[in-house]
């Protein structure tokens, strides 16, 4: 059974940082495409990061390009979520999701790509 659990989420003002995880169970976490999604009230699920765990290869959505970092370790079946510089713009509740046994990322990484899924942990951003 594939469970995925997030953490790290928080209230920060603009400019703050915030790190996220997800550790993932129940999976062969070396061969996966994992990533972050977000979604504001009102608004569709975006994606906006992932990676490949087998090689490290990342993909990101241009509004984070430079502010966010996501990174894995694949020891503790784990996968993080730097997050930077952050605005108001970034609030949204984020989600953890995983593709197994994936020979790769899709580059668009888009939500139907996805079988598993986090719950979600929410960020606020105040200005």
């Known amino acids: 059974q594939v469970q995925l659990v997030e953490s790290g989420g928080g209230s920060v003002q603009a400019g703050g940082s915030l790190r996220l995880s997800c550790t993932a169970s129940?999976?062969?976490?070396?061969?996966?495409?994992m990533a972050w999604f977000r979604q504001a009230p009102g608004k569709e699920r975006e994606g906006v990061a992932s990676?490949?765990?087998?090689?490290?290869?990342?993909n990101y959505v241009d509004s984070v390009k430079g502010r966010f970092t996501i990174a894995q370790d694949n020891a503790k079946n784990t996968m993080y979520l730097q997050m930077n510089r952050l605005n108001p713009e970034d609030n949204a509740i984020y989600y953890c999701?995983?593709?197994?046994?994936?020979?790769?990322?899709?580059?668009?990484?888009?939500?139907?790509?996805?079988?598993?899924w986090g719950q979600g942990t929410q960020v606020t951003v105040s200005s």
């Open positions: 999701a995983a593709r197994s046994r994936s020979g790769y990322c899709h580059r668009d990484f888009p939500v139907w790509y996805f079988g598993y």
């Open positions: 129940g999976v062969i976490f070396s061969s996966m495409c």
């Open positions: 990676v490949y765990t087998r090689d490290g290869t990342t």
